[in-house]
């Protein structure tokens, strides 16, 4: 209470109840409110700690916490009294990054999916997995398990895959694309059609309420042959990818069976998610 305020201000006073207090809003399971605050900077771009705070309904401290975990992380940038988003708006539509770029942009986040989705997959499962930053630390993750037929385009997995001796690794060939490393074109369109697996596992460049889609054709055409020689749909994809656009379209949202990310999507894209009957895993959480 202000000094000099006379004793009929102060009986006018009204507190907040213990449900609406900064302590009682910091009780939240910290991944929503760090999933909150990644929406809030890819909307704004940036915010201090204090419009953070406030916009949570918690204290300056417990922002600055939620921002160190979430800088380390690799989903937000600090600096001097407040955060800014890795992905600008206005950013959400128009290219993809090179590929030695992505794989450095939110490595933490990619690894935490590669883990959790290397788990989904027994001895004696048969996986097609396609090309992409996150795939190729999946690879990582999944070579220690045992006993994996695995179907690629991309000679950096296959390479990984076979340092477990129990794998049996098929690379698929093609016209080399040499910003990722990958086989592309009609002759590998040709060889996946010989494969029959289990699963595929894919990485993505955009996914929306809609569908996933890929902002390179020849990639979007890799992707849909291994969806339709496989039997059941994996998509790893960080949170930058959920609310985007990209210009080639792979696959409806319900043609998917399982979603791995690192962050809790938008309550939009998670009520579609929902209604397309995907199993959502948020590594980490």
Not at 170 to 195: H, N, T, W
Not at 263 to 285: N, W, Y
């Amino acid at each position: 209470m202000r000094r000099g305020r006379s004793q009929r201000e102060e009986k006018s006073v009204s507190f907040p109840s213990r449900a609406s207090t900064p302590q009682a809003h910091a009780g939240r399971p910290s991944s929503a409110r760090h999933a909150e605050i990644v929406a809030l900077l890819a909307r704004t771009g940036e915010m201090t700690v204090e419009a953070l705070a406030e916009q949570l309904d918690v204290s300056r401290e417990t922002v600055r916490r939620d921002l160190a975990r979430l800088d380390a992380g690799g989903l937000l940038r600090r600096f001097h009294g407040g955060a800014r988003a890795i992905t600008l708006p206005g950013a959400q539509m128009d290219k993809e990054w090179p590929f030695a770029q992505r794989m450095a942009q939110n490595a933490a986040g990619k690894q935490r999916i590669a883990a959790a989705a290397s788990a989904l997959f027994q001895p004696e499962d048969s996986l097609f997995i396609d090309t992409g930053s996150t795939t190729v630390a999946f690879a990582e993750a999944l070579a220690a398990r045992q006993s994996l037929v695995v179907i690629t385009n991309a000679p950096r997995i296959a390479a990984t895959m076979a340092t477990g001796h129990s794998h049996k690794v098929f690379l698929i060939g093609g016209a080399y694309g040499v910003d990722a490393g990958e086989s592309l074109g009609p002759l590998a369109l040709e060889q996946i059609g010989k494969f029959r697996a289990r699963h595929v596992v894919l990485t993505i460049g955009a996914i929306d309420t809609a569908c996933i889609m890929d902002f390179d054709l020849q990639e979007a055409e890799v992707a849909k042959a291994m969806i339709e020689r496989a039997d059941q749909v994996t998509v790893l994809a960080d949170h930058t990818k959920f609310d985007r656009r990209a210009v080639f379209e792979v696959a409806p949202l319900a043609r998917i069976d399982t979603l791995v990310t690192d962050v809790p999507p938008s309550e939009p894209m998670a009520r579609a998610i929902d209604a397309a009957g995907i199993h959502l895993i948020v590594a980490g959480s």
